[in-house]
């Protein structure tokens, strides 16, 4: 396999991962009934959809072709989600656990390529960049949890 497809590889996994956060934060705005909170999803949501639009971008310039569509496994924590609210008594708490829970695997994911490829440095810059967002979303993600527990 030339360089060129293992990097673009492993940014296309991080790309579905970034299209099932945005949709998962879209699913959740249509879940609760807080503005705030609403507000903080939406501005997620805007911030995943500029992910996948750089990671995209990276992709291309590598000449391959970049996913289209969220996956399979992100679809059913959706739906998770969405479920797992129409039952809880408290159904903000249960919303950011579970965007909690999503951060975490994504951030896990960045953490892991980041850490186990050799990427070319506007790439590394660029995932480090948007692995700490993630990480600096799922900080505030725990305050607001603290909040409305």
């Not at 850490?115 to 810059?125: C, G, H, M, Q, R």
Request: a negative charge; proline letters at 2%; glycine letters at 4%.
């Amino acid at each position: 396999m030339k360089y060129s497809e293992k990097i673009s590889n492993k940014l296309n996994e991080l790309l579905v991962k970034n299209y099932d956060a945005e949709k998962g934060y879209l699913n959740a705005i249509d879940n609760i009934d807080n503005k705030n909170l609403k507000m903080y999803f939406k501005k997620r949501a805007s911030e995943r959809s500029e992910f996948a639009k750089d990671l995209r971008t990276e992709i291309l310039r590598y000449g391959e072709i970049p996913e289209d569509n969220g996956s399979f496994k992100g679809a059913m924590h959706r739906n998770w989600m969405t479920l797992k609210a129409t039952f809880s008594s408290n159904n903000e708490e249960a919303i950011l656990e579970e965007a909690i829970k999503g951060e975490e695997a994504n951030l896990e994911e960045y953490n892991e390529i980041l850490a186990n490829s050799v990427l070319p440095p506007t790439i590394d810059s660029l995932l480090t960049k948007q692995r700490n967002a993630i990480q600096s979303a799922i900080n505030t993600e725990k305050v607001h949890e603290e909040l409305v527990s």
